[in-house]
């Protein structure tokens, strides 16, 4: 029998299922990372199919109803099937079965905007979704679908899974920014119960970006000092966001620590770009063995480190999930 999410949880997580490796994959990850957290509950979702067009077109007739009706039926019962996998596997990895509780829903507006309808009507702490997610026979998840979900869940944070993650180490990409501030606080929420979780603070040094919050009154007065010169302009611009991002950085330190990390689960590191904003964050995810890199939607003045350059991360990522925190 299929649960209903009760209104009354605190917190919970949304996983959008559709019984593909990749969806599962969402849902492991979930309980590996989040399994300890006291009464947080595991939510999956299921959208049946749309009922083919055809059987709408002109006037419904006995046979058409008839069809529509068996149509929704084999979603509801493939629903179950697949609800009942997750659940499964949930099972498998120690979640409590009292913690888990599944949405079987029929299709209503469109794919992305049900399952984004039921992560903002639930107020869910996180949306997970799985990067390979729906099965051809239905449509392919990283294409259309998760596009509409990466541009319209500005109320939700959205977390995309590529691939069977196991590394409970994350890389916040900072830039001192309230977006980036947010990160921080939905990871000492989400992760401080995880004694195996570390968290690693990297900052991207800018070119003439006003990434962080710089003393523009000092940058003007070095261009005039300088007649102009760009490489002291930009060194001063560069001098500014590092001392914005130490200050950050030990703030963060000082939020995470509250929530139970110890200092020796917290590390710092700046880089200075190579190939590339999202390709220099990649690249530090990679050499650092991170199992998710968390970016926030847009960053401080809407400056493209944390905007755009989120949407080139997750179209190059492979192999980490990826937390967009709004």
Not at 48 to 71: N, S, T
């Amino acid at each position: 029998m299929t649960q209903t999410a009760s209104a009354t949880l605190d917190h919970k997580v949304l996983i959008a299922m559709d019984g593909s490796a990749a969806s599962l994959n969402a849902a492991e990850y979930a309980a590996h990372m989040l399994g300890l957290i006291p009464d947080l509950h595991f939510v999956l979702l299921y959208v049946a199919p749309a009922v083919p067009p055809y059987l709408h077109e002109g006037v419904p007739d006995g046979p058409k109803v008839a069809k529509i009706r068996q149509f929704q039926q084999a979603g509801r019962v493939q629903g179950e099937k697949v609800l009942g996998k997750g659940r499964d596997r949930l099972l498998e990895l120690k979640v409590p079965a009292e913690r888990i509780e599944t949405r079987n829903l029929p299709r209503a507006t469109g794919l992305a905007k049900d399952i984004l309808n039921e992560a903002e009507k639930g107020r869910y702490d996180a949306l997970l979704i799985g990067r390979r997610g729906l099965s051809r026979a239905q449509e392919l998840f990283m294409g259309s679908v998760t596009t509409q979900l990466i541009q319209h869940a500005v109320d939700v944070p959205l977390w995309i899974i590529d691939g069977h993650v196991t590394s409970p180490d994350v890389m916040i990409a900072v830039d001192g920014s309230e977006a980036s501030l947010r990160a921080v606080d939905q990871v000492a929420f989400m992760l401080g119960a995880n004694p195996k979780a570390r968290v690693h603070f990297l900052h991207v040094v800018p070119k003439l970006q006003n990434v962080c919050q710089v003393d523009l009154d000092v940058a003007v007065t070095t261009m005039v000092d300088q007649e102009g010169d760009l490489e002291m302009i930009e060194e001063e611009f560069r001098r500014e966001s590092l001392g914005c991002v130490d200050d950050f950085n030990a703030r963060a330190a000082r939020i995470l620590q509250e929530t139970g990390f110890s200092r020796d689960r917290i590390s710092t590191e700046v880089r200075e770009i190579t190939l590339g904003i999202a390709r220099t964050i990649l690249k530090a995810a990679e050499e650092g063995g991170y199992g998710t890199v968390i970016l926030g939607r847009r960053g401080l003045h809407h400056s493209p480190f944390l905007g755009s350059v989120s949407d080139r991360v997750i179209r190059r990522a492979h192999g980490v999930a990826i937390w967009l925190v709004v």
